[in-house]
């Protein structure tokens, strides 16, 4: 089944280290998203990426880096610089930048 | 820039009975698409219905239907014949559909509606 995976579903952090969060889609989609939800809130772009090798900073970057060596792959890495990072993280995904999004089942970050 | 607000933090529906979902928007962009998302307790972002600003009808899918007012600048959501698996929050978003520079299909999301269907 094509599909949108995230891993894990639950992860802690303890302040100071880095973590990385994984997405993996096998949909052949081209555009691939990260997004951030706080309690009560919509979601918020943290960075996406319309292409192997490239990716763009959205809304919410900072203290957040990614990679995108592969274009099923786009993995979210959490630094020690992001001030609130405890979170839900969802991955989506798209064919192309202009097209419907489909999101991942999400990860729930928690900074101890 | 754009914005999308949803005025119902909360709703309640009868089982069987249809609900009206609010949302209206904001943008400079001349070409852009609507979208709903429902959100299950357990987390995933669900796909529901999109609606592009140049389309001349209300999109439907199932029993999903789109109340698009284009002059009034709203999108609302209405959902026929509630079902207890209904129960969910429901994010409006929409986005540019004509390219612009970085960023221009960025989506956009409002901060949700909490549907609660009763038995």
């Known amino acids: 089944d094509g599909g949108i995976t995230q891993s894990p579903k639950y992860l802690f952090r303890k302040e100071g280290q880095n973590v990385t969060l994984s997405c993996e889609q096998n949909?052949?989609?081209?555009?691939m998203y990260w997004y951030r939800q706080d309690p009560g809130q919509g979601l918020r772009l943290i960075y996406y990426?319309?292409?192997?090798?490239?990716?763009q900073k959205g809304d919410i970057a900072e203290g957040y880096s990614v990679s995108r060596e592969k274009k099923e792959s786009f993995p979210l890495t959490v630094t020690s610089a992001q001030k609130n990072p405890t979170a839900f993280y969802l991955c989506?995904?798209?064919?192309?930048?202009?097209?419907?999004?489909?999101f991942g089942p999400g990860t729930r970050l928690t900074v101890l | 820039a754009q914005k999308i607000t949803q005025t119902q933090p909360g709703m309640f529906v009868q089982e069987k009975e249809a609900v009206t979902l609010d949302c209206t928007y904001d943008?400079?962009?001349?070409?852009?698409?609507l979208f709903w998302y429902k959100q299950p307790s357990s987390g995933e972002m669900i796909f529901l219905i999109y609606?592009?600003?140049?389309?001349?009808q209300n999109a439907t899918e199932g029993r999903y239907s789109l109340n698009f007012q284009k002059a009034r600048k709203s999108a609302n959501l209405v959902i026929s014949a509630s079902q207890l698996g209904d129960s969910a929050m429901y994010f409006c978003?929409?986005?540019?559909?004509?390219?612009?520079?970085?960023?221009?299909?960025?989506?956009?999301f409002g901060k949700g509606t909490k549907l609660s269907v009763i038995p």
């Open positions: 609606q592009g600003s140049y389309d001349q």
């Open positions: 949909l052949n989609h081209d555009a």
């Open positions: 978003a929409m986005r540019a559909t004509a390219y612009s520079g970085a960023g221009s299909y960025q989506l956009t």
């Open positions: 989506a995904s798209s064919e192309g930048g202009a097209d419907t999004q489909y």
């Open positions: 943008t400079s962009d001349p070409s852009y698409g």
């Open positions: 990426s319309q292409i192997v090798n490239d990716f």
